[in-house]
Nanobody
Framework: QVQLVESGGGLVQAGGSLRLSCVVS????????LGWYRQAPGQPRELVAH???????TYADSVKGRFTISRDNAKNTVYLQMNSLNTDDTGVYYC??????????????WGPGTQVTVSS
């Protein structure tokens, strides 16, 4: 069974940066399209960034120009570099493998996520 383990979250001041990592167990990582999602308190989980098997990327409008998603197939890891953070970026961040770009159906069970808190 594929497992997802996110890390790299923390408390940061507005304007700061964080780099999130997600390690995906299993030996078919390179065949997955992957996404980073976040869930703010009281809000539904939303797609933040997506990367295909061939590293084509898509971003939510709210993070364009500030966040960068990347992948290292040799390390079974997907990253989210987050710059110029603001308080609206606060939430729990998760990675997963969606059936398609905006699909809410995932190939994997959700991992524990990593908390990002941006202070003003």
């Amino acid at each position: 069974q594929v497992q997802l383990v996110e890390s790299g979250g923390g408390l940061v001041q507005a304007g700061g940066s964080l780099r999130l990592s997600c390690v995906v167990s299993g030996n078919i990582f390179s065949e997955y399209d992957l996404g980073w999602y976040r869930q703010a308190p009281g809000q539904p989980r939303e797609l933040v960034a997506h990367i295909t098997r061939v590293s084509t990327t898509t971003y939510a409008d709210s993070v364009k120009g500030r966040f960068t998603i990347s992948r290292d197939n040799a390390k079974n890891t997907v990253y989210l570099q987050m710059n110029s953070l603001n308080t609206d970026d606060t939430g729990v961040y998760y990675c997963n493998a969606p059936w398609s770009l905006y699909s809410t159906t995932m190939l994997c069970e959700w991992g524990p996520g990593t908390q990002v808190t941006v202070s003003s």
